[in-house]
């Protein structure tokens, strides 16, 4: 049996969701926040047309708060979890066929940077919950360091996977081997950076996306003050010498917030089965990076929703997410 992560597009059984619990990480916009993640789990779930939505809170308050911002279809799960990037500590999914199993991953807190409490083994209670046969690795990878489309092409940074502080004994090939083991991974496009002022190390679902087999998308420089347009054109001469086709998406351009450039990015968006969604953050290019989408996703709403405060906690939609792709 060959397992392989399968693209995003693929259809889904249901969604993990994260919603935020510690105020802290979320200074000034913790309300607002929760807003936007419950917000982006109703237009998941799309009145019923989507796949199930569940929505993972850390404890029962969290629970009614959330259930009184989601749409009522949006499942609830409670489970302990420091912080809502499931798109990086929950168990990433693998098929061959009818058959499906999970890979649960090592994580440290984005290289030691934000460890919390509960972060550390959500992916193997998650796991748990779904009965299904789980491969555990010894080695420390993100989901949102990856991206895939499905035949085992995959872009991932070198920034990030080669960082010493995530598993400073793996080198290039080492990582290849284990990625081709435990997510069928096998065609590698290594990305340089990401962008300026990730505090994932240069997460790859900020950069660059397949919306297709053999296709990526990438952003486009808006404007010279634009401060990822050198980290663009690079990553666009790399996957441009791996052979792989590149549709341009417009960059939100340059993005401050308390006087400093943040890593907005229109990249950050989650595949469901019924929509797009796509962070915007009230930028000129907002319409136009979604008019660039929708050629790549007949048949699926392309739904714009405001991403500004949960960027202030450091991600996007995609990141809060981790599906479930149906059998």
């Excluded at 190390?201 to 404007?223: K, Q, T, W, Y």
């Excluded at 229109?266 to 989408?293: R, S, T």
Aim: net charge negative; hydrophobic share 45%; proline share 7%.
């Amino acid at each position: 049996m060959t397992f392989r992560m399968p693209a995003e597009w693929a259809p889904h059984d249901w969604v993990w969701i994260g919603f935020p619990t510690n105020p802290a990480e979320w200074p000034g916009a913790f309300d607002e926040a929760r807003q936007q993640i419950a917000d982006f789990a109703t237009a998941v779930h799309a009145d019923g047309r989507g796949e199930e939505v569940r929505l993972v809170v850390a404890n029962e308050a969290d629970a009614e708060i959330a259930r009184k911002l989601a749409h009522t279809g949006v499942a609830i799960v409670v489970q302990t979890l420091g912080d809502v990037w499931l798109r990086d500590t929950a168990p990433i999914a693998v098929c061959d066929g009818q058959a499906r199993a999970l890979v649960d991953f090592g994580f440290n807190g984005w290289g030691g940077k934000y460890e919390m409490a509960g972060d550390e083994d959500i992916g193997a209670r998650l796991a748990a919950m779904t009965g299904l046969p789980t491969d555990t690795q010894h080695w420390v990878l993100e989901g949102g360091a990856i991206d895939t489309d499905g035949t085992g092409l995959f872009v991932t940074t070198e920034q990030c996977l080669l960082n010493p502080n995530r598993n400073p004994d793996l080198d290039r090939g080492k990582i290849e081997t284990l990625l081709a083991g435990s997510l069928g991974l096998s065609d590698m496009l290594w990305l340089g950076d990401g962008l300026l002022g990730d505090h994932t190390d240069g997460h790859v679902d900020n950069l660059a996306r397949f919306v297709a087999p053999g296709i990526l998308a990438l952003p486009e420089a808006a404007g010279e003050d634009d401060p990822n347009a050198a980290i663009y054109a690079d990553a666009r001469a790399r996957a441009r010498a791996h052979g792989v086709d590149i549709v341009s998406i417009p960059s939100p351009g340059l993005v401050m917030v308390d006087g400093q450039p943040v890593p907005a990015s229109y990249m950050n968006f989650y595949i469901g089965n019924a929509a797009v969604i796509v962070p915007v953050y009230g930028c000129p290019n907002d319409k136009a990076a979604l008019e660039a989408l929708k050629p790549f996703f007949p048949g699926r709403d392309i739904v714009g929703l405001p991403g500004n405060a949960i960027l202030s906690g450091g991600g996007g939609f995609h990141c809060t997410s981790q599906q479930m792709p149906s059998r």
